[in-house]
């Protein structure tokens, strides 16, 4: 997906406001997260190559917070299971919109149903595969178990999730060292210390990062047979669960 370049903080700004994934930052959001989560494509193309392998015959395969559906086009291409339907979902309007548009231009044999909904008052049923990429991390931290729970009870036994997050480090050094080196990724990307800073504070009270302990941990109290990480970039991390 071609894309603009994300300046939305490259000058500075009288007054700093929650960030939201409006028009503003669907015109630059590839070109945003890609310079700004260490390992993003690898993790996409991953969760195509872990689509392929658990997507099941009549089942459906969620992309939950799909933005403008990386993911989903990924998933879309590894598809093997016979009357598989891709279901993509994201609150923002406008993120939806340019995603219709992605898909009207990509070919598939595999249905994508898109939805402007919030993940948290969809259903889910028959799943098989369902992704959350980057996407529980700004959910409030009270309703986090309540969607996992759903998420779990949603799938078929064979399922997999697939859970990416920006995660934190109870110890104070590695909280350091692994912030200053996404800094420093970052920089390396063509952000200033100007854009990092500006967006640290639009995200402050937006991404709520965990350990990964305690998503571990949730994951297995709601049901899952087990939860690792296969993939860790600094403080990025991409997890599946089993169900
Ligand atoms: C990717 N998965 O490219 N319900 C639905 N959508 C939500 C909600 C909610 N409650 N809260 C946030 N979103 C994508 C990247 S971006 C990650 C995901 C990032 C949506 C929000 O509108 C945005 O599109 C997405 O979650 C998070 O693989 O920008 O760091």
Same mark, same amino acid.
């Given at each position: 997906?071609?894309?603009?370049?994300?300046?939305? !903080?490259?000058?500075?700004?009288?007054? &700093?406001?929650? +960030?939201?994934?409006? *028009?503003?930052?669907?015109?630059? +959001?590839?070109?945003?997260?890609?310079?700004?989560?260490?390992? !993003?494509?690898?993790?996409?193309?991953?969760?195509?190559?872990?689509?392929?392998?658990?997507?099941?015959? $009549?089942?459906?395969? !969620?992309?939950l917070?799909?933005?403008?559906?990386?993911?989903?086009?990924?998933?879309?291409?590894?598809?093997?299971?016979?009357?598989? %339907?891709?279901?993509?979902? $994201?609150?923002?309007?406008?993120?939806?919109?340019?995603?219709?548009? =992605?898909?009207?231009?990509?070919?598939? #044999?595999? #249905?994508?149903? %898109?939805?402007?909904?919030?993940?948290?008052?969809?259903?889910?049923?028959?799943? *098989?595969?369902?992704?959350?990429?980057?996407?529980?991390?700004? &959910?409030?931290?009270? $309703?986090?178990?309540?969607?996992? *729970?759903?998420?779990?009870?949603?799938?078929?036994?064979?399922g997999?999730?697939?859970?990416?997050?920006? &995660?934190?480090?109870? $110890?104070a050094c590695?909280?350091?060292?692994?912030t200053?080196?996404? #800094?420093?990724?970052?920089?390396?990307?063509?952000?200033?210390?100007?854009? &990092?800073?500006?967006?640290?504070?639009?995200?402050? =009270?937006?991404?709520?990062?965990?350990?990964?302990?305690? #998503?571990?941990?949730?994951?297995?109290?709601?049901?899952?047979?087990?939860?690792?990480?296969?993939?860790?970039? +600094?403080?990025?991390?991409?997890?599946?669960?089993?169900?």
């Open positions: 997906m071609p894309s603009a370049k994300d300046s939305i !903080y490259a000058n500075p700004l009288q007054e &700093i406001g929650d +960030f939201s994934f409006d *028009s503003q930052v669907v015109d630059v +959001f590839p070109d945003m997260i890609r310079r700004s989560v260490p390992g !993003y494509n690898t993790i996409i193309n991953a969760i195509g190559l872990l689509t392929g392998k658990f997507a099941q015959h $009549d089942s459906y395969c !969620y992309d917070g799909c933005s403008l559906g990386a993911a989903t086009l990924s998933m879309r291409q590894q598809i093997e299971a016979e009357n598989c %339907t891709i279901i993509a979902v $994201d609150n923002s309007q406008a993120m939806i919109e340019q995603l219709q548009d =992605n898909l009207f231009a990509n070919t598939g #044999h595999v #249905h994508v149903e %898109t939805r402007c909904a919030d993940v948290r008052n969809i259903d889910v049923q028959r799943a *098989s595969v369902v992704v959350v990429n980057f996407t529980l991390q700004f &959910i409030p931290l009270a $309703d986090r178990h309540a969607l996992l *729970s759903k998420i779990y009870r949603g799938m078929l036994p064979g997999i999730l697939i859970i990416s997050e920006k &995660i934190q480090f109870n $110890d590695q909280q350091n060292l692994q200053e080196m996404h #800094h420093a990724f970052k920089k390396a990307q063509g952000y200033s210390d100007l854009e &990092i800073s500006q967006k640290r504070t639009a995200l402050e =009270n937006v991404l709520i990062p965990e350990t990964f302990a305690q #998503h571990q941990q949730r994951l297995l109290e709601v049901g899952f047979n087990s939860a690792e990480q296969w993939f860790q970039y +600094f403080n990025f991390v991409s997890m599946v669960a089993l169900k």
